[in-house]
């Protein structure tokens, strides 16, 4: 790997979106794809709001920009919690229209107050109003006030997420807010595809439609909207698509690389299997769709290794016991370096 960003956000802004579900490890995954890996440079752009984290693509958590958030917002908002209303009937939790506002004006009041709030505050300022509310639902509040465009992520805390309104952590101008949420569709999907293949490619696109969460039509016309951007490539009977602007330079034979869970490399991509070989796959993610801390080697996955330990921990697949010891004592050296700048 031979990382070209200089700062987090351009990395974010450059992949589109980032998966960000675990919560710690987000910050390697941005990280490690800059110039110079530092946790602090990260938390500087996220305390600052040019990275902002909330569920997005798929109703899952994501890191964006403060410049593409109103945007995607507006353009992927509704898929989303159409997802989030499947889980919560699947988990036999209705909220009426009266409960989300009544719960919502609290929540705004409490994150106004304080800032920066914990889901812990959360529900105490729930129960100093005689409100008692379990995690998951409480959770779906949250999720639903994200996607109307109330809350996003607060400062960076060591170990658990928080929240904060969006009128007070999105930097830019309310004119600029405005006119960016009012992409019309077909740029905006435009935009979403250019970022996608731009950072992704060759993907297909039953991989763009995974990875965005849209439906089928919605990205077909992303990918047409790109027209001469994209070349279409064939490769054992798939067809790929090739943006021109896509890295094609940069690898290096012998590399070995540290992959948080639920990095781009894997979680961008409906089909692993260049990747990931089949007899791993259990390795790398289970059928629940939890994800692992991996090892690459020369872009593949060979390997499990454990990122909150004081030592090199790794456990390699027996096919890849002779690989060399030195070159993960330099991948490790360089997540225990990100972790200390």
């Known amino acids: 790997m031979a990382p070209e960003f200089a700062r987090p956000e351009e990395v974010v802004s450059h992949l589109g979106a980032v998966q960000a579900q675990e919560y710690r490890l987000m910050r390697w995954a941005v990280g490690m794809r800059t110039r110079r890996p ?17 569920h997005l693509l798929r ?24 997802v989030i209303e499947g889980w919560m009937s699947a988990n036999h939790i209705s909220i009426s229209d009266e409960e989300y506002g009544r719960i919502r004006e609290i929540l705004v009041r409490c994150a106004g107050d304080k800032g920066s709030v914990t889901k812990e505050d959360f529900a105490q300022a729930l129960a100093e109003r005689d409100i008692v509310m379990d995690d998951h639902r409480l959770s779906y509040h949250i999720r639903m006030g994200e996607l109307a465009g109330v809350f996003c992520s607060g400062l ?42 731009r950072s992704h490619s060759p993907a297909t696109l039953e991989d763009f439609i995974w990875w965005t969460g849209l439906n089928i039509n919605d990205c077909k016309r992303g990918i047409a909207a790109l027209g ?25 034979k012998g590399n070995m690389i540290l992959l948080p869970p639920y990095d781009e490399y894997l979680i961008g991509y409906k089909s692993r299997a ?23 080697s020369d872009g593949i996955v060979c390997g499990n290794w454990k990122p909150f330990t004081d030592q ?30």
């Open 59 to 82: 109703g899952t958590w994501q890191l964006v920009t403060c410049e593409d958030y109103p945007w995607m917002l507006s353009l992927c908002a509704d898929k989303a919690r159409r």
């Open 38 to 54: 530092s946790a602090s440079a990260f938390q500087e752009a996220y305390d600052s709001g040019r990275i902002i984290r909330l």
């Open 274 to 296: 260049i990747s990931l070989p089949d007899a791993h796959r259990h390795r790398a993610h289970n059928n629940s769709g939890n994800f692992y801390p991996i090892i690459l």
């Open 312 to 341: 090199l921990s790794v456990e390699l697949f027996e096919e890849a016991d002779s690989l060399s010891a030195p070159q993960l004592e330099q991948a490790w050296d360089n997540y225990r370096l990100f972790l200390k700048r």
């Open 228 to 252: 001469p951007e994209l070349e279409m490539v064939r490769l054992n009977g798939t067809d790929f698509y090739l943006h021109w602007e896509a890295r094609t330079r940069g690898f290096r």
């Open 156 to 197: 960076l805390h060591p170990m658990k997420p928080t929240y904060a309104l969006v009128s007070e952590r999105i930097r830019i101008g309310e004119s600029q807010l405005a006119a960016d949420g009012r992409l019309e569709r077909d740029e905006a999907l435009a935009l979403l595809a250019r970022k996608y293949f």
